[in-house]
């Protein structure tokens, strides 16, 4: 099956360009999606463990079967609003 | 109940002008601006993005919450995208209630639930450099969830496929690039 996989924040800079479409086994969980990005290397380990996934706009959990089609979408911890409370 | 993500300079004094009825006793606005440093750091300009069709959904999600679990009047959530400069407003959070305390929660809750769950990101451009900002991390109902085994790397199959440095033999996906943004 294919998805289409959308990257935000510091993930769109780190894979250089903000979605692409992939191949999945077919039965393939969103924790199967992640783990294998994560094997690619592109971040630091720590970022991993704090992302957030959503399918077709819905956050997801690690166990959750894509299907065909689906809009997988990788979100690093959000920073809305006005006051960075991160280490800079 | 008015919700949206706008590219352009939010009209904050005239939405809080707009939101006042007459069964209102108190309106509580949070107009959150850029600031000018980050811990010292001088800040140029701050670029935000989104997945702007979730961010809107879930930011109509968080007003409706509100209204339902305050029991105010009416709510208003306005997030800015694009490249921002010190003191424009990034996010405006309007509550109107009969009573203050209402008032004051929905608006502290709304802003603090916002920052958490909504997915919007912003870039801090500094006079000497760039960063993606931090956030808070996002709370356990969003999360991939603690049987995710993500940080358990150890465990197999994840660690034989790692280490033979073949991750095409635990069925993982194969990237082919479709269009770029």
């Given at each position: 099956m294919r998805v289409r996989v959308l990257y935000f924040g510091v993930l769109k800079d780190a894979v250089g360009r903000g979605?692409?479409?992939?191949?999945?086994?077919?039965g393939a969980s969103v924790g199967d999606?992640?783990?294998?990005?994560?094997?690619?290397?592109?971040?630091?380990?720590?970022?991993?463990d704090s992302i957030a996934v959503a399918v077709n706009q819905e956050y997801a959990k690690d166990g959750d079967v894509l299907k065909d089609g689906d809009e997988v979408a990788l979100l690093p911890p959000v920073s809305g609003g006005n006051e960075g409370l991160g280490t800079v | 109940m008015r919700v949206e993500i706008t590219d352009a300079v939010i009209p904050a004094a005239e939405i809080v002008a707009e939101m006042k009825v007459g069964a209102d006793g108190a309106v509580c606005v949070f107009d959150g601006i850029v600031r000018d440093n980050t811990r010292g750091?001088?800040?140029?300009?701050?670029?935000?993005?989104?997945?702007?069709?979730?961010a809107?959904?879930?930011?109509k999600g968080l007003a409706a919450e509100a209204i339902a679990k305050f029991g105010v009047r009416d709510v208003t959530v306005v997030h800015r995208l694009g490249r921002l400069v010190v003191g424009e407003t990034s996010v405006?959070?309007?509550v109107a209630s009969a009573h203050r305390g209402a008032g004051f929660e929905a608006c502290?809750?709304?802003?603090?639930t916002l920052k958490k769950t909504v997915p919007i990101w912003k870039k801090e451009q500094f006079v000497d450099g760039a960063v993606w900002a931090d956030g808070e991390g996002f709370p356990e109902a969003v999360g991939l969830g603690e049987e995710s085994g993500l940080a358990s790397l150890d465990t197999p199959p994840f660690a034989k496929g790692a280490k033979d440095g073949a991750p095409g033999d635990i069925g993982l996906p194969k990237a082919r690039v479709e269009a770029g943004e």
């Open positions: 979605q692409e479409e992939m191949e999945l086994a077919d999606l992640v783990r294998g990005c994560r094997a690619r290397g592109l971040l630091a380990a720590g970022l991993w | 750091r001088k800040t140029l300009h701050l670029d935000y993005e989104a997945y702007r069709e979730m809107l959904e879930q930011m405006l959070i309007v502290r809750w709304l802003i603090d």
